[in-house]
Structure formats: structure tokens, C-alpha cells
């Protein structure tokens, strides 16, 4: 049985209904969804306005926000699943794998999408800094969920964008387009900070979690045979993104998850200095330093003095 379904077939049973699609442009997504398209590098869609269309998992070329307003189940973005609840704003950087599996089924969407192409802002002060946007990187389970307010702001922001888009283009079209999706992503990164705050118990319980897995990782052999512990291994071990896990940590305690780990093997090696039978060297391996300058470095930049000094005076 074969599905003729977006750019693709799908057939029963077949591998290819896993297989994601690549989008390269914003006007094919335009023309998927039915949508006219103004601008061949940006694109706001009203999803009301489009026609039935088939999901599937996708990779798009172009930075994409998805508005949810329906929930909708079995939704994947990167590596992970997710039900979306209403009011869900999701971020997708170019390159990130997003969609569901598809079984045929045509559905009828309901949201709203902002589309842009990093063509868009090269050269802007917002390509410069597009890098700051943490939230392009997070996972799924990460999404920002909105207030009412925080809602009507966003699709004010949308609103503002679509106007330009259909203003006749001149010289300031994209000066203006880009200062206001500028605008908008900076709103996001309020509403994310209002987040963060609203779900203080939560990181709190994660900031627990993660002490408590760097205190065994520091006690057992894993940093002899997988190295100095990464914000990366952590991230992963608490089921989240590290820019999420990093934001998180700064906004939490004052300083970046490095740092946190940086102080704790400089705790854990002072305890291991007052033994006479470890040398310095020895220490640095025990806590996964490769090279025991390394080691010696990160401990004079914390403490002032270096390791070998810190053992004499100990």
C-alpha cells in the first residue's frame, strides 16, 4: 500500500515513514501549507488558513517557531517525544529534525508559525547574535508555555511581521522585518527567564539531581576512565538539553554548570592533597585531568596558590 504524503511516498511497513524530509526553503513550506509567499526569506503562517496537510517527521533549512494552539500527541523534535499543550511556543534551528510519525492521515493544523532564513539577518546585529538564543537548542520537553499575555504579545510580534511582509518592499523592509523578529525572540527570552522563575521547584530538584551525580561521578572511577566530567554527560543524565541545563544553572545559582564542577573538583582535590601518599599528579588523573598542568592551572586560578604550595601549607 503506498501514501502519497508531503514530498514523499510512504509505504506500509516500510522504513520511509520514519525518514525525515528535508525542507530547504520557506516557499516550499509556503506551498505545502497553501500559503502565498511575500517573501521568499521570511514567512508568518496562519495555520487556519491552510488546507489539510500530511505530517510527517521533517528538516528544515531556515529557523522556524511553531506556535502550538491544539494539543497534539506523538510529536517529535529531535530526539525526543512530546504532547504539546496549548499556548506552546517551539523553537527549531536549521538543521533539527522535527515532526511525527506518519501513518497517512491528513490532519488540519491550528497555530501559528514564523519562518526565517539565516540569509535573512546575515550581516544584522541579530545574525551576529543569533547565537545568544539558547532556546533554538533546547529540547522538546523544553518549550516555552505561554501566559494569556504572553500569548497576545507574541502574536502582536507575528502581527507587526506580517504587516511589513505585505507593505510593498523598499529600502526598509528588511531593516524593519529583522528588527522585529529581534523583537520578538528577545520577548522570548523574558517569557523563558519568567519560566524558569514560575518553575523554581522544579530546578531546584534538578540542581539537587545534578550534585548528587557529580558527587558519585568524583567518587568513583568514571573521571579515570571516561575523563573530566562535561556539562554534556550531566545534561544528559538529567534528560536535558546542555543549553537549557546551562541556562538553567546560571539563572539559578549565579554561575555556569562548568563552574559548579570546576568547584567541586577543586573541594574534592583539597580532600585528596592532605593524603601524603598521593602526589599531585596522581590527584590530577584520580579526577580526570588528562595533563597535570591542567589540573594545576584550573587549581591556582581558584584557590591562588598552586596544588604543590597548597599541600606544603597543608
Known sequence: MRFKCGNFDLRKNSI???????????????KMTNHETLHPLVSVIDFSKSDPICQFRRIFGFYTVFLKDVVCGDMYYGKHSYDYQEGTLVFIAPGQEYGINNDGKYIQPAGFALMFHPDLIKGTNL??????????????????????????????????????LEHSIDKHSRSLIVNNIELFLNY??????????TRDYINQGVIGKFENLLDEYLASERPKTIGFPMVNYFAEQLNLSANYFGDLMKKELGISAQEFIHNKLIEA???QISDPAKSISEISY???FKYPQHFTRLFKTKTGVSPSVYKALN
Open 286 to 288: 584520580d579526577l580526570g
Open 269 to 271: 582535590a583539597k580532600k
Open 188 to 197: 522570548c527570552m523574558r517569557f523563558y527567564d519568567r519560566q524558569f522563575i
Open 127 to 164: 545574525g551576529k547574535n543569533i547565537g545568544d538564543y539558547n532556546f533554538f537548542s533546547y529540547d522538546v520537553h523544553e518549550a516555552l508555555h505561554l501566559s494569556e499575555k504572553e500569548r497576545e504579545i507574541i502574536l502582536d510580534c507575528f502581527k507587526n511581521i506580517r504587516f511589513e
Open 16 to 30: 520511509m515513514k520514519n525518514q525525515a524530509d528535508f525542507i530547504s526553503s520557506i516557499s516550499e513550506y509556503n
